[in-house]
């Protein structure tokens, strides 16, 4: 569904804030409280998890070849 007058892109969202910001909420008895506000991308949601939970991202190929950092505050 792609609207002429509107926001929306596609049925999967568009360019609103509603649409681009997606939140995240983690919880394990080893994390500290805190928010992370900072631009992101959906491929730092694995490494964030494995961080998180005390596991080695760099154990997944695509962190390795891209290089990509998990979330912190």
Do not use: W, Y
């Not at 506000?37 to 694995?46: D, F, G």
């Not at 080695?56 to 070849?65: E, F, H, N, S, W």
């Amino acid at each position: 569904m792609i609207c002429t007058g509107g926001t929306k892109l596609s049925e999967h969202g568009g360019f609103s804030d509603d649409d681009r910001n997606v939140a995240m909420l983690l919880s394990a008895p080893n994390l500290k409280p805190g928010i992370v506000e900072t631009l992101s991308n959906t491929t730092q949601i694995a490494p964030t998890i494995l961080t998180a939970l005390d596991l080695d991202p760099k154990k997944l190929k695509a962190v390795r070849t891209e290089g990509t950092k998990p979330l912190s505050k």
